[in-house]
């Protein structure tokens, strides 16, 4: 006689020591090393660390290996780990103005002070595989280099607002919310927002901002500038009483200038949708600053249409890749209690429409 | 990972008291929904994150800890879960329903009953029981402060009026204590009865909804209907083919591929008890 299945806890050893085995792959093939996924997969990296809420490229390039190449994966390794540090208290607000920029473009205006810079770009490549990257050990001829312009790289938002073309940023000293130690109760600060799209998933995002550009929630967007680089990260100390710099980290920061035709209690002026994220995460920063500025309707007066990039409750609760991808996957679980009381319902509602069907 | 990497029962001691502030709360406004500031757990949501946390502020090194999945010891969830207690606790463990002190399940309560000073831990996937009649939290939670709940009623009603009967097999809703409408996580109807005037404590975990609810013990837990169609607990029709239980709720296994088909207690302890001829809820190591 059949007999329920028994025997989980063989199975789960076996499947653990079977997983480590596929990761590894063919054993005749030189191993991955933790500084070869930094060091070559960074924009991989960048996204674990980003989505992950953790700032660093060697756990971030550990995850990646032993979540073989699973992103999302990594990103739950690193968040697992994430949760068990303790925390210090919080940096100051970093400076983008004051960023060492290796990338800065802007979309409005052809020139502007502190320049367009390029950077290491996708952009204007052409997606062509190159065949000779599989001949492995070529390393590529150094990039020219010039000296770092002095030159202050100032926000084309801030120059908007001396003329008054764009909504002014009211300053806000209200110390930041933790979406990770406090649980999220709508409606949300932007602050609170921004953080969960920061953190939220770069897939996600992008669709969101996509729909808006095709008319659910039109936005409107102009890229008024996307900047890359490092800025110093500074924290008060309590013994010092006063700031000092503990590190830098690599951002990436997008800001949005949105047409907008004035409301019943705002004037036609420009308004800001506004990105940044972890890294060099540029289609991210790009989609975070398109839907920030489409949740933003209530604030600006405008008509809320129904769109999905509109309504916050449904961004917010459902941007979180580890949370989606735990309640997604768990239907795979063993249901059988619910899917028995399910089938004897259907039995019972069956045989009485059967039975009314013969009468 | 051992006992040293981590604190006791994995969770540091400032994030256990949070938890344990959130349970207070739930057990003093029974069927409340308490947010809770829910932590990022090693295994995925949707795993029983709400339920470890619970399990884990709960616990104290004299414990003895039963965890089951589908009413089984031996699921590979359960199983992973009271390793992960063995691991960062080192509590014991047990399969034993009345030898346990806190018990943490998904998805049924265990046949045998419970006693004062045990402690059952439900893993909790939508603690929302208007969710799917209203989507928005924003609008659900104004229902619950208002004590709103003619939605729930018009869909039972509409069930009554398309089935016959309330089409509503698991995750039945209960009122608590004449207030506030609640889930009871996904257990099946069969199971409610248990709800009502438990000797321990109930508590309810949903990790990634960061939402804790409790009841207390000896709480007034009634499954909602109408009078002139009473709430009936539903198992199916048979006798366990291991035990020969007719009163357990019994899980259905096919057998071949001719439609032959056997039917067991889901709560392994219950029917591993009876089998050995020993009292209900004593029947694992």
């Known amino acids: ?298 604030e600006l007066g405008e008509d809320f249409t129904g769109a999905p990039a509109q309504d916050e409750e449904f961004v917010l609760s459902h941007c979180d890749n580890i949370q989606a991808t735990g309640f997604l996957e768990h239907i795979k679980l063993p249901h059988y209690v619910d899917f028995q009381a399910e089938l004897e319902l259907v039995r019972r509602l069956r045989a009485e429409t059967m039975q009314e069907a013969a009468e | 990972m051992t006992v040293q990497d981590y604190n006791f029962a994995y969770l540091d001691e400032q994030t256990k008291r949070m938890i344990r502030r959130a349970l207070l709360k739930a057990l003093a406004v029974p069927g409340y929904q308490v947010p809770f500031a829910s932590r990022e757990m090693p295994m995925p949501y949707g795993w029983g994150t709400g339920g470890v946390q619970v399990t884990a502020a709960c616990l104290t090194p004299d414990d003895r800890l039963k965890v089951i999945d589908q009413g089984a010891d031996d699921t590979t969830n359960a199983v992973s879960i009271r390793r992960f207690f063995q691991r960062t606790a080192g509590v014991e463990t047990t399969q034993s329903t009345t030898g346990a002190t806190v018990i943490q399940t998904r998805h049924r309560i265990p046949e045998a009953p419970l006693s004062e000073g045990q402690i059952l831990v439900y893993q909790v996937p939508i603690p929302e029981p208007l969710r799917f009649l209203e989507p928005r939290e924003t609008e659900t939670r104004r229902m619950h402060e208002l004590e709103e709940y003619g939605l729930m009623h018009v869909k039972l009603y509409e069930d009554i009026a398309r089935h016959g009967e309330i089409a509503t097999a698991y995750a039945y809703p209960v009122k608590v204590e004449d207030r506030y409408v609640m889930d009871p996580s996904p257990i099946p109807k069969f199971d409610n009865p248990k709800l009502a005037d438990n000797p321990a404590i109930q508590l309810f975990g949903a990790g990634r909804e960061a939402r804790i609810y409790a009841l207390p013990p000896y709480s007034r837990v009634v499954s909602l209907d109408f009078e002139d169609h009473p709430f009936t607990p539903s198992r199916a029709e048979h006798a366990c083919a291991l035990c020969g239980a007719t009163d357990s709720y019994l899980d259905e296994v096919i057998t071949d591929d001719r439609g032959s088909r056997m039917f067991s207690c889901s709560d392994t302890d219950f029917c591993a008890s009876r089998q050995a001829g020993r009292p209900d809820g004593e029947g694992g190591a």
Not at chain 1, 165 to 170: D, N, P, S, V
């Open chain 1, 1 to 298: 006689m059949y007999v329920a299945v028994k025997g989980g806890e063989r199975a789960i050893d076996a499947a653990h020591a079977w997983l480590a085995e596929e990761r590894r792959g063919d054993p005749s093939v030189p191993e991955l090393t933790v500084a070869q996924i930094r060091e070559q997969m960074t924009l991989a990296v960048n996204r674990v660390m980003a989505e992950g809420s953790l700032h660093d490229p060697d756990l971030a390039a550990l995850a990646i290996k032993q979540a073989r190449g699973d992103l999302i994966e990594a990103v739950f390794l690193i968040r697992a780990y994430r949760t068990t540090l303790p925390r210090f208290g919080s940096s100051q607000p970093v400076d983008t103005a004051r960023m060492a920029v290796d990338r800065r473009v802007s979309a409005t205006f052809k020139d502007l002070p502190g320049g367009q810079v390029l950077g290491p770009t996708f952009d204007y490549t052409h997606r062509l595989l190159d065949f000779a990257l599989a001949a492995e050990g070529a390393v590529p001829p150094a990039a020219p280099t010039a000296p770092a312009a002095d030159e202050a790289v100032p926000h084309v938002a801030g120059l908007l607002d001396r003329d008054g073309l764009i909504e002014a940023e009211a300053p806000d000293d209200t110390p930041a919310p933790d979406l990770t130690r406090s649980p999220l109760e709508l409606p949300a600060s932007r602050a609170l927002r921004l953080q969960a799209l920061a953190r939220g998933d770069e897939g996600f995002l992008l669709s969101l901002a996509y729909s808006t550009q095709r008319g659910y929630g039109r936005t409107h967007a102009f890229v008024g500038e996307l900047r890359i680089g490092m800025v110093e990260v500074q924290a008060e100390l309590p013994e010092l009483g006063f700031a000092v710099p503990i590190g830098e980290i690599e951002l990436t920061e997008c800001e949005s200038v949105n047409q907008f035709k004035g409301s019943r209690t705002e004037p036609p002026q420009f308004t800001r949708g506004y990105g940044l994220v972890m890294g060099q995460g540029e289609r991210k920063a790009l989609s975070m600053s398109l839907v920030d500025r489409a949740l933003r309707w209530r």
